[in-house]
């Protein structure tokens, strides 16, 4: 018999599977499957980017301290509790690493992002799944599940699949009525399509349980770079910087993400592009006979009769070049989840899912 074994839990773990970018056959496909900005990342990021060649044979800063006085200055946070990572996936791998294991409990929701589950199985701990309603994080069915055992509690807020979120005041609440061994991550990947939402910032400088985790991937254009961050109390960022590598992060990381970050202006033109193509996306929807939940990040939900019309229509859409991601392992077999792309993408896969439907009738 063989003796070599991984960790208990491992086996358990289900790959993570990216957004399909490729259909066979075809060159001219539109990718909206993973959430990423359709205008790329700031031109002011992007000649960061390439000045970096010039140090390559320099090792990188091991303390980010520029990135995170940037991240102190753009968003009006302590740059002393921030931490940078090789995307918020590293910051969620490093809380369970550090604070869940063999015996303890992660929460995660019914819909939630699959890196939760993940990550809690790598560090050996159990997952626990939590009931949503209708599509939005149920804090008391959350608060319900805690045991003495619970050590991290995830949340995206807005949330994926479904781009729905929970109010301040749900949040705070959740962060109060937590057992006192427990931390609430609140991962704000989408926190910046929302006008005027600090990710749950707020919460962290009036609490000591609660981690916020952000992305460099979303609206910044640059997830194929891999930069994300954390902020949260002193005391957890001390742990978290003790398991960090010294050099997680590249130059060319570091420096393309601090010039994104201090283009605000392009930002907030993204921001409101998004908005903009989002609610016009939700209305040919809805008009084409296909519900969506109230969205507040960068894709949409839709919603079909049943499992089997919603593959018809991913089968469909891929017939146009249309790339869209199937959500049946979040539990949501009746939907496909479409990143709100550029114009000409919103009225192809709107014009596309249309001309489905009517097919159908
Ligand atoms: C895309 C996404 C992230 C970002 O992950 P990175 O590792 O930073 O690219 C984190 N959380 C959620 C919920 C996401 O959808």
Redesign the pocket.
């Known amino acids: 018999m063989n003796q070599i074994t991984p960790q208990p839990g491992i086996l358990e773990i289900a790959p993570y599977v990216g957004g399909q970018s490729r259909i066979a056959g075809m060159s001219d496909v539109i990718k909206l499957s993973s ?1 990423e900005n359709p205008f790329g990342p700031s031109e002011k990021a992007r000649l960061a980017f390439t000045r970096t060649v010039h140090s390559l044979h320099r090792y990188p800063s091991t303390d980010h301290a520029e990135l995170r006085a940037a991240i102190g200055e753009v968003h009006g946070l302590d740059p002393a509790r921030v931490i940078c990572g090789v ?4 910051i969620i791998t490093f809380l369970c690493q550090a604070y869940a294991g063999p015996g303890s409990e992660v929460i995660h929701t019914e819909h939630g ?1 699959a ?1 939760y589950r993940i990550s809690a199985l790598a560090a050996g701990a159990t997952p626990v799944e939590v009931p949503e309603r209708e599509r939005v994080v149920d804090v008391d069915a959350i608060l319900a599940a805690c045991t003495e055992r619970t050590r991290l509690v995830f949340i ?1 807020n807005p ?2 699949p479904t781009g729905t979120m929970i109010p301040a005041d749900q949040a705070a609440r959740l962060a109060e009525g937590l057992p006192p061994q427990a931390i609430l991550v609140l ?1 704000g ?2 926190a910046e399509f929302v006008n005027g939402f600090d990710g749950g910032a707020g919460l962290v400088e009036t609490r000591q349980n609660v981690v916020m ?1 952000r ?4 609206i910044y254009g640059l ?1 194929g770079l ?1 930069i ?1 961050w954390g902020y949260g109390p002193a005391e957890v960022i001390g742990v978290l910087d003790r398991i960090r590598g010294p050099f997680n992060l590249s130059t060319t990381q570091l420096e393309t993400a601090e010039a994104a970050l201090r283009d605000v202006d392009y930002t907030r033109h993204c921001q409101t592009e998004n908005g903009r193509l989002r609610t016009w996306l939700v209305e040919a929807l809805n008009a084409a006979g296909v519900p969506t939940d109230v969205s507040f990040a960068n894709f949409v939900l839709a919603r079909f009769a049943d499992a089997a019309e919603a593959q018809a229509c991913d089968g469909f859409l891929k017939s146009q070049g249309l790339i869209v991601r199937q959500v049946a392992g979040y539990k949501l077999p009746n939907a496909l989840r479409i990143t709100v792309g550029d114009e000409s993408a919103c009225r192809r896969v709107a014009h596309a899912i249309a001309r489905f439907r009517e097919g159908a009738r």
Do not use: I, L, P, V
């Open positions: 959430n995307g918020s996936d590293e992002f890196m995206a949330a994926n991962d990947a989408y985790t992305t460099f991937s979303k997830g891999r994300g």
